[in-house]
């Protein structure tokens, strides 16, 4: 028996259990890098967790001339394929989904619960949306639960995943592979290409070099100067024109060849750097 397929009162087809060996997968339709250590280590526990307990969450599928696709859920459906060759007796359940591409892709995105997604996968789903023709202020909304529920971080997230999406194919393979077994950070990727777009893959290279000289695996975003050290400079910048002022006023009040009224000009000069006006 190749399924147990629910219908409504039509005949049509609405969701049921089906053999995991009879969904077929889109190619290039998932939005998650499947070849990644991280993904296949996860449908590795997944695969070990079904044989153990079956399939715990539905995945969503259509059907369309007698075949059922997979629309989300590719990590499960896997695992459940995996299972079935190491001997597991099983079905998987599914949910049948309807509606545009758009539809299906912003509810695989806000479904995700497992393992969650890079920033790297999350820009590739969000720019497939706007090319889909939806609006900025919809597509921020489908950062999935699994990396924030905060509308404002959502943003941050969202902004910085589509300009990593954007970014040259260099810097992406680098956020990937790393560069000289080095790893790559996102947020420094983001950054660099942030800062030029046609020099970042070098710069990332550079400071991969640089790191490993160092005896460091990894490269992070470099460290702004933060609220304090920002409050701190801006003061020094202060104290340094002051004194600047100062050694001004002290020239102009020992140079006898000055009018009073320069001389008054530059003590207003200095008295309005000082705030004592």
Known sequence: ????????????????????????????????DMDTEAVKD???????????EGVKKPIDVSYADGTYYLEAGE???????????????GYIPCFMVKGDEATVLRKNLLDNTGLPPTL??????????????????EVVKCVPPSITTDPAKALKVARKALDLNAAPIAVKKAVKEGVDGVKVSEARAVAETRRNPLTAAQRLTEAASAAKAKGKTTIKRE???????????????????????????????LDLTLDRGEVVACAEKYNRSRGRE
């Open 75 to 89: 990590c499960r459906l896997r695992a459940a394929q995996a299972a079935r060759k190491k001997g597991w007796d």
């Open 120 to 137: 790297l996968e999350i820009g590739k789903a969000l720019q497939q949306l706007i090319d889909f023709g939806q609006p900025i202020e």
């Open 223 to 253: 460290k702004g100067q933060g609220k304090a050290g920002k409050a701190k400079a801006a003061t020094q910048k202060t104290v340094d024109q002051c004194l600047a002022l100062a050694d001004a006023l002290a020239d102009v009040s």
């Open 42 to 52: 996860h449908i590795a526990w997944l695969t070990q967790s079904i044989m153990e």
């Open 1 to 32: 028996m190749a399924s147990q397929i629910e219908k409504d009162s039509t005949g049509s087809v609405r969701g049921g259990n089906l053999r995991p060996e009879t969904i077929v997968i889109k190619k290039l339709h998932n939005y998650r």
